[in-house]
């Protein structure tokens, strides 16, 4: 047997630790106005131990307990020892242009929110609505 094989084998059974390991990848879809992407991330696993949370993950809530915006691009975070890429996919869908002229035009109703009216003063404004976290 060719001690390169006898390597790969070995490679094949042993694990590798944690930190050796590529971090999860969590993906969205930019908004197509703001050509970014906001993550509602939580941490997962044990937070009482001395290792601390064992990986970073997508919260149900929209507020969760860390937001992150990410331009349309991929990076890397570290919350404690959790870590994770997070992938911000470009949207080809075209920016819904509201016209609005104050952030009153962009008013949907929703008490969760705040209503913006972005890019004021230029020729393609659109309405934001972002959400209020407590």
Known sequence: MRPTVLIVLVLGI???????RRPPLLTATADPCRERCTFALCLVGETGT???PTRIALCPDPCGQYQV?????????????????LRC??????????FCHSDADCDDGDP???DVCSSIGSPMTYCEHLRICP
Do not use: D, H, K
Not at 14 to 20: D, F, I, K, M, Q
Not at 69 to 85: K, L, Q
């Open 50 to 52: 001395a290792s601390g």
């Open 14 to 20: 042993v694990s590798l630790p944690s930190w050796a």
């Open 69 to 85: 915006s990410v331009p349309g691009s991929e990076v890397r975070i570290r919350i404690g020892r959790a870590r994770a890429r």
């Open 112 to 114: 969760g929110t705040v």
């Open 89 to 98: 996919e470009f949207n080809p869908a075209a920016c819904r242009f509201s």
